[in-house]
Structures are given as C-alpha cells and as structure tokens.
C-alpha cells in the first residue's frame, strides 16, 4: 500500500510537472535583458533578475536568462505566484567573489509549480570564499552561503542544471513536499570545505534522480524530518558519501522514514552509504530504509551506520538516543579503500534493530579480503557476505 501511494504520488508530480510547464509557457516570457540585465560578468543584475521575477510571478509566466556571464548579488525569488513559474537558465549565473554575510546566495520561497531548468550553470565562485571559514569543525560558525536554496517549494521540479563550486551548501531543500529534481551536475573539489551537494530537511517526497554529483561534502545529506525520499541512479563522487543525518544534534529534530537508494554508483569517496547521529539525549528515528544495487570503487566507508558522529570534533562523549531500525542493504558492490568495509557503530542506549545485509561483495581495493566490525546491532544475513559477517552481533528482536 505505501509504496503504491508514493508510485502515484510520482505519476501525479509527473502529470502536474508536464501541465505546469505547458501552462507557464503560455503566459509569456521575461527575459532579464529587457529588464536591463547585462551578461557581461561585471555589471550586477540583482534589480534586472527580482523585476523579472514579479512579472512572471504575478502572471505565471517564464523569466528567461541567456547568453552572456549574469553577475547577481544574493537574491530571494518570493511567492505565492498567480501559477506556475518557469525559471529557465541557459546562461551562467555567477555569485560575487569573496565571502556573503547572507546564508544564501538565491532563494526560491512560498511557490507552488516552480520549475527551475536549462543547460546553464550557477557559478557560486566558491574558491574565492573557502579561505575564510569553515564550520567543518568549528563549535559555532556561520556557514558560507548555499548557491540554491528552496523553502516551501511544493509540486516542483529542477532539471538539467549544473551548481559549480558553491561558497557553502550547493542546494537544500527546506520545508517542502513533492519536488522531483533530475539530470543536474554538482561540481566542486574533493577539498572544498562543506559543499554538500544536496540538503533535504523537512520534506515530503522527493525524488533525485540521473544526477552527477562531486563535492567535498557529502553529495547528498538527508536531513532530519525527510520523508519518503528516493534517490535513484547518481553517481556520486568526490565526496563523503550519501548520507543520511546527522541526526540527534538539535532538539527539534524530526524522524527520518522512507529512504530509498537505488543504483547509485559511489566512487573515490570518504564513505559509501553512511547514516550518522550524534550522541545525544534526543529521542528521534531514523527506520524504512533500503540501500539496493550501489556499486562502490575506492570507498572509504563503504557501509557505515556511526551513531558517535560529532561533526568532525574530538573526543565523543554520552551515547546516542536515536533508533535506527530497519535499515537494508541489498547488493551492495565493488571495492573498499579501508579494511573494515562493513561498519556498523551503533548506539548502546538505542541498539539498531532489523538490519539487514543481503548479497553483499565488498573486497579491497588494494587487494586482500575485507573486515566487518559490528556494535550494538541486531543483524540478519542474507545471501553472499564478504566481507564474513560479524561474529558479535546481537540476537534478532
């Protein structure tokens, strides 16, 4: 029944995607240009691109940005729209250099049918900021600003776009339901400090699909309150991995459920499939979870649930409260940079419970046979295990 609900769920986005994007080029086109825009790469357009924005805002129509180099300061493209609004880039839209004291460079917030595509790129001029600070290990930072920020975007798509080396996070999600994006590229070096590729948090149905994805980050975080997310044939490096979390840090955090990651390809990555929570007293959820048919070249951490995450900080202390449960990985494949291809750190306050291992074939990329390490978890085996099982598993519940 729910995966049902989810298939039709996808099929009615599809359906209301085609409709929006035939309704909003129906009720005209603003080209930035008209508004004054101009693609030179020096002259600031944020006045040009927000003049745009109403007109199409107001009338359901499409701003359109071609030819030339946009230079545009932080904006934040505001709803609700009398209808769908079609945000067509076939251009490069590039950030100022240096750092922003803003935490976004564009936003989109408050729009219903929001379609973001084109074969243009948003050139974030990331290099020119990472000097500056980074809230990799800092105790408490601002971070640098994210390139693409959606919140309260609902029934929405983005497509065909490629984020080049953002200042902070290439794209989150906040607050948002039903909102497909596919066929994007994400770029940025294997050193840039958190770039993560994609944020989702707080949302409902999602899906990631036939997407190319290299960061210094993870590429993509699933954050606290996603649900029913689907992430389906990315590949995915440099980078740290797909994640889910971290989880536990903060008090409103909200239950993770529904994740599906399905034949992704992970390579030359600090971590594979990773979920990490912090060791907190906050008592939330993670569970619903399949991993299927990834394939893994040069990884790190090819599986690894870490239930001691602190953000990269020294000397972890008290235990996590969050309950990760029913967690699978299906075919799981390919090769292991580290000894311990299978880790599964979980927490002993809230011991992971239905996980499960099925067809499992990590080996090391050097050569040699890989390791399992298992704490505090309830494991089934199912199929090929190699690396061999754990010996030190909990009973079945």
Same mark, same amino acid.
């Given at each position: ?11 009615m986005?599809?359906?209301?995607? #085609?409709a929006?994007?035939n ?33 199409a ?5 499409? #701003? ?5 180099? !946009?230079?545009?300061?932080?904006i934040?493209?505001?709803g609700?729209c009398?209808?769908?609004? =079609? ?19 564009i936003?989109?917030r408050?729009? =219903? ?27 408490s930072c601002?971070? %640098?600003?994210?390139?693409?920020? %959606? ?12 984020? %080049? ?8 999600i906040e607050?948002?339901?039903?909102i ?9 070096p294997?050193d ?5 590729g *994609? ?36 590949? $995915? ?6 994640s889910?979390?971290? *989880? ?10 529904g994740?599906?990651v %399905? ?18 007293p ?6 619903? #979870? ?12 090819? *599986? ?13 202390r ?5 309950q990760?449960k029913?967690v +699978? ?10 000894k311990?291809? #299978? ?5 002993r306050?809230?011991? $992971? ?6 067809d499992?074939?990590?080996?090391? !990329?050097?050569?040699?046979?890989? +390791? ?24 079945l519940m």
């Amino acid at each position: 029944m729910a995966s049902g609900l989810i298939c039709f769920k996808v099929l009615m986005l599809v359906v209301f995607v #085609v409709a929006c994007i035939n309704q909003v080029c129906s009720q005209g086109t603003f080209d930035v240009k008209v508004f004054g825009a101009v693609g030179d790469g020096k002259t600031e357009n944020t006045k040009a691109f927000r003049n745009a924005w109403k007109k199409a805002c107001r009338s359901g129509g499409t #701003v359109s940005i071609v030819d030339g180099t !946009y230079l545009v300061d932080t904006i934040q493209f505001s709803g609700p729209c009398k209808g769908g609004v =079609n945000f067509m880039v076939n251009a490069v839209v590039q950030a100022p250099p240096g750092k922003s004291d803003a935490t976004y460079w564009i936003s989109f917030r408050d729009v =219903n049918g929001l379609i973001i595509q084109g074969n243009g790129t948003f050139d974030g001029q990331g290099p020119s900021a990472w000097p500056f600070k980074s809230c990799h290990k800092a105790a408490s930072c601002t971070p %640098l600003a994210t390139t693409l920020v %959606l919140t309260n975007v609902n029934q929405s798509l983005v497509k065909d776009i490629t984020l %080049l080396n953002s200042k902070g996070f290439q794209m989150k999600i906040e607050e948002s339901e039903n909102i497909t994006i596919s066929n994007i590229t994400i770029t940025a070096p294997a050193d840039s400090p958190n770039t993560d590729g *994609i944020h989702t948090g707080n949302i409902n149905y999602v899906n990631i699909l036939d997407s190319n994805i290299g960061t210094g980050d993870d590429c993509i975080s699933i954050g606290a309150g996603t649900t029913n997310i689907n992430i389906t044939r990315v590949n $995915c490096g440099p980078g740290h991995g797909i994640s889910i979390g971290s *989880i536990g840090k903060s008090p409103s955090d909200q239950n993770v459920k529904g994740v599906k990651v %399905l034949s992704c390809n992970i390579s030359s990555t600090q971590n594979g499939v990773r979920i990490k929570t912090w060791p907190s007293p906050f008592r939330v959820s993670i569970s619903d #979870v399949t991993f299927q048919d990834i394939l893994m070249n040069n990884t790190r951490n090819p *599986i690894i649930i870490d239930q001691q995450y602190c953000g990269g900080s020294e000397g972890c202390r008290g235990s996590s409260h969050v309950q990760v449960k029913d967690v +699978k990985f299906i075919r799981v494949r390919g090769t292991s940079s580290s000894k311990i291809a #299978v880790n599964l750190d979980c927490s002993r306050s809230k011991p $992971c419970e239905g996980i499960e291992l099925d067809d499992i074939n990590l080996r090391l !990329y050097s050569g040699g046979k890989a +390791k399992s390490f298992c704490s505090n978890a309830h494991v089934s085996y199912t199929g090929t295990q190699n690396p061999p099982p754990c010996r030190n598993i909990l009973p079945l519940m």
